[in-house]
């Protein structure tokens, strides 16, 4: 077998792992699939690659095959050289979120003590979903599934009393467009549920949040792939996103129309000097403040090819120093509420 003969070979050799500039990369022939959600010792019903940079291009290699029971010995060389992802085929996508479907039903089973692992799974079923969604010709059917997978991750935070710190842990480290929208879905239900706030309304702030960068499926590729700064009229374009995804969700979603109203302010500030109507706060959705406030600090705390990931407190005291025209850009209690919910982690 070509992933036998590989595994046993390639692992001795040794070789770099890079971390790649984002694109805009959703009907790329390989998608990232993250170590934390395989089931050692059973069977696997696709074909994983390994990515290996050989000096001049990426090319993937067999690591893992079809039909194979995946034995945890296989793992732990990639653990400990910092990989933390397989790459699966575009064509095999529905296999791998069914895969992703029977360990979530295999962990049910073992109770409580995986909720972790429950939770890690649910991000990535979550992530390829939306991947899926934002290719798809047809949304409505795709964001549905979405919206029941946030239901899910309601109910596991309800259920096992999820601390922030284990949010915090199985968030990704590396932007992606779905990565990010998974990672601010995943404060967002956290944060509201911290504040008290009902399952319904939980459900709505992390349903919006999987859909604020919804719009950037439809800015230019050269805009969103540019290595440096954007021009004033790049920039302009670039700032339409949020009324494009609420366009692009209408009729589509079972959100209300708040979910609507936030995924078009995501980007207000508290001074009102935000993009795209420059709403003051007093105009806003009362939710706004805090997906503004979480989509920042996710951006901030996770790995871009322009600079590395900041330290949550090097975040937290820069976003304190953020001054618009007219004020604070983001609201000081909403701040001081997530500072609290961070000191729980």
Known sequence: MRAQHFRQSILSLGFKVFHCQPVRDWSASYIPLNLRVLMAGERLTFNLFLKINDGEDFKYFPYMEEGEVLDAKWLAPLARMDIKHLYFQ????????????????????????????????????????????????????????????????????????????????????????????????????????????SNRESRLLGSAALFIDLGMTRISERILNKAGGLTPEEWEETKKHPLIGKQMLRGHSSLPAEGGQLILEHHENADGSGYPEGLSLTRQHPWTRILRLLDAYDAFTTFRPHRPAQTPFATLKFLQKQEGPRGPVFEPRTLMSFIRFLALA
């Open 90 to 197: 575009q064509k095999d996508l529905d296999q791998v979120l069914a895969y992703l479907n029977n360990h979530l039903q295999l962990l049910e089973m073992e109770g409580a003590a995986q909720s972790k692992k429950k939770l890690n799974v649910l991000g990535e079923h979550l992530n390829l979903t939306l991947r899926q969604t934002f290719s798809a010709p047809r949304l409505g059917p795709h964001i549905k599934l979405a919206e029941k997978q946030v239901d899910r991750i309601i109910e596991e935070f309800n259920r096992d009393k999820l601390s922030p710190k284990m949010v915090w842990e199985i968030l990704y480290r590396n932007y992606s467009l779905y990565n990010h929208s998974v990672n601010v879905c995943l404060l967002a239900v956290a944060m509201m549920l911290f504040l008290g706030k």
